[in-house]
């Protein structure tokens, strides 16, 4: 077995080492909007479900350079947003707003998203996802190495769950038709695969 010590390694290397093992990740893509109203669309694999009650998501945003990205600023100014289900049918679309764009620049202009209101939240929201979670800011905790932010965590709960027809039946998700696509390592990415059931012990 290899054993490593993750205060002696870089960042590169943590990150290499993490994104690798903790696999697959459901990825968030996110609208938000800037305080000019630039409406801001990101992909985040460090995302998963905190609480059920009350309904918390958490999404964690690094920092490059000590900078807040885009989204990790509008949270915090405008603590509002739309968390978007990443699918088999809108994941390339998806991949087009990772690019690397001025704040000024909303990633609708590399990317074939039809956006449409909201119900609870200000923050627009793209109708080609098939699950929308409409979201405000719980909580943010800075994270930190020597003083230095190195990322933002965002606790966001759930306001309005916006969902298709097509893949809700009786109060839960059909897995099959939603279709989710997973973050891997590197370029990589997952479909849903085999599903089999394992019944849990009294």
Known sequence: MHVLSSDQLTQRENYKLLIGSII??????????????????APFSFFNIVSSDPAIVSIAIQRKNGEEK???RNFREKGQ?????????NVHEANQTAAALEPHE??????????????SVQ??????????????????????????VTADLFLLKVEKYVIAESVYEEGKIDPEKLAPISRLAGHDYSKLGEIFTLIRPN
């Open 123 to 148: 923050t627009p929201a793209l109708k080609e996802a098939k699950i929308r979670l409409e979201v405000t800011v719980h909580d943010r905790i800075e994270i930190k190495k020597e003083q230095q």
């Open 70 to 72: 885009d989204t990790a």
């Open 106 to 119: 909303s990633e609708l202009s590399v990317a074939d998203f039809e956006v449409v209101p909201s119900e």
């Open 24 to 41: 697959p990740r459901p990825v968030a893509l996110v609208t938000t909007e800037s305080s000019t109203g630039v409406l801001n669309i």
């Open 81 to 89: 947003g739309v968390i978007h289900i990443l699918d088999e049918e």
